[in-house]
């Protein structure tokens, strides 16, 4: 179902980059669609499923189902008027929030008022994806993952039908064209939020939001909810830590050349593939194990899940990071090189693309490594590492903008998440949390020598064929892409066959390296 939803959020992408190209007016949508989106990792998937899921998890437990559906109907109702209130500043802030997201776009009036009325339009999504998230963390608790994975598909297919229908009618209307995504964006909130209402029906989950203020203070002083609370202030330090790097990060590169806002967001769509491929999904699925073993006192299976966890990393993330490090500028070509994105732009995302390529181990690692602290309720550790970790970040930016640009913008945090994942790793070893299993240096030169034959022959494939040279030619190179990139799994996968790697014993997490 992650698969599927990257599948749809990539056609979605090159519909938008055919039809708008990479300048002003697309900086300042992507600036409007990323304020409601770190509001999300605020309310969402970020800080508060970080403390809700472990919390949650446990309780279903220790404590049954009665307990835990009182706990899910008193956190649904803080969550709600809370975002509720939230919505309402967001709105009427936008301008101050689009001046501290993009200052930059000042430079071009029009994208800057674009970016204002789009942001009030889209903030209220934030409401609709952070039930979401709390939908998801439910069902995830309940071993239901194909329901929270396919949300995302839905919002992907309502932006698509923006593109391919609203569009036309703005334009045809005199109205700015760029105006119609925030239709896709607000229907497809709705529709992620129906789809999770019928699976916690079946599970007798579906929250009772409470709309009286009795109702509400009485849902704050359970002391569960309390303890979600408490958990959600160092897990919101460590999220808004990352939020503050966007922020700057944002704030750069709308100080940049036109477009710039645009490539770094075409780079990260191609980025996200890979992450949610493995790091969200295992994340998704690791949590509730997690918090789980913990509440079971059982710390031999929570070792054994990060473990089973960070080999499934290894294994998908190497070669992946080696894709976009060597093939970035044909994968760019071929997925956005179409009608308003020109050449430069595709060269100019390629370049952005293999900057997330440094960092990606460090990215994908980490949602298998901060899950390990936060089951155990440790938000502390994660939110110190992710600041001083911020503090690094800004100091490569300082001194590989002047010279890279927009490129060192990934590359830096692509470098910075390295640091945090190893940086993590070291905790949980020091707190005996995590005992690898035997075998790591025999899997982990495996992959190395499998990723180094892959690395030879991407780098052949990407000057064999001149990829940005027969735009026109859309089936031909898709062909041509599809044949490459089955070509590396095969020769990834038999050349870690071939070394001795027994992949179906990997894949099982109770499996043995050894």
Not at 84 to 104: D, E, H, K, S, Y
Not at 328 to 333: F, I, K, N
């Amino acid at each position: 179902m992650t698969l599927a939803s990257r599948v749809a959020g990539l056609v979605r992408d090159q519909l938008f980059a055919a039809t708008f190209g990479a300048n002003a007016m697309t900086d300042a949508f992507y600036v409007a669609f990323r304020i409601p989106n770190l509001f999300r990792r605020l309310f969402g998937e970020g800080a508060f499923s970080q403390a809700f899921v472990p919390v949650l998890a446990a309780s279903k437990a220790k404590h049954g189902m009665e307990a835990t559906k009182l706990l899910i109907d008193s956190v649904a109702t803080l969550l709600t008027w809370v975002l509720v209130f939230t919505c309402v500043l967001g709105v009427l802030g936008a301008p101050l929030l689009v001046w501290a997201m993009a200052g930059g776009l000042q430079q071009e009036p029009q994208a800057y008022g674009a970016a204002i009325t789009m942001t009030r339009w889209m903030f209220p999504y934030i409401l609709f994806i952070s039930l979401v998230s709390m939908a998801s963390g439910i069902l995830n608790t309940w071993r239901i993952f194909a329901v929270p994975a396919a949300t995302p598909v839905l919002l992907n297919v309502a932006m698509i039908g923006a593109t391919v229908w609203a569009t036309p009618w703005f334009r045809n209307h005199g109205i700015e064209p760029i105006y119609a995504q925030t239709v896709g964006v607000m229907l497809g909130g709705v529709l992620q939020l129906g789809v999770q209402i019928p699976a916690l029906k079946r599970l007798g989950l579906f929250p009772k939001i409470g709309a009286s203020w009795s109702v509400v203070r009485a849902a704050w002083a359970d002391e569960a909810t309390k303890n979600v609370a408490k958990l959600m202030v160092p897990a919101l330090l460590g999220v808004g830590v990352a939020q503050i790097s966007l922020f700057i990060n944002t704030q750069i590169a709308s100080r940049l050349a036109p477009g710039s806002v645009s490539w770094l967001s075409g780079a990260d769509r191609l980025m996200e593939f890979p992450t949610a491929m493995l790091g969200v999904a295992l994340g998704a699925v690791l949590m509730p194990q997690l918090a789980g073993a913990k509440a079971a006192n059982a710390p031999e299976k929570y070792s054994a899940m990060l473990d089973w966890g960070l080999r499934l990393v290894v294994l998908l993330a190497v070669p992946c990071s080696v894709a976009l490090l060597t093939f970035a500028t044909p994968l760019v070509a071929v997925i956005f090189h179409y009608g308003a994105f020109t050449e430069r732009d595709v060269g100019q995302t390629a370049l952005a693309l293999m900057g997330w390529g440094v960092g990606l181990l460090g990215v994908v690692a980490i949602k298998v490594l901060a899950p390990g602290f936060y089951a155990s309720h440790n938000m502390k550790t994660p939110a110190r590492i992710a600041i001083v970790v911020l503090v690094i970040t800004q100091l490569i930016n300082l001194a590989l903008v002047p010279l890279l640009q927009h490129a060192a913008l990934t590359l830096s945090v692509g470098l910075g998440a390295l640091i945090n994942a190893l940086w993590l790793l070291i905790g949980l070893r020091q707190r005996g949390s995590y005992q690898p299993r035997p075998g790591w240096w025999k899997f982990s030169l495996q992959v190395v020598a499998a990723s180094a034959l892959l690395a030879v022959f991407l780098i052949w494939a990407a000057g064999a064929v001149p990829w940005t040279r027969f735009p026109d030619a859309k089936l031909e190179r898709i062909g041509l892409l599809a044949l490459v990139l089955l070509a590396s799994a095969a020769i990834y996968f038999v050349a870690l066959w071939a070394a001795g790697l027994k992949l179906r014993k990997l894949l099982r997490p109770d499996g043995n390296l050894a």
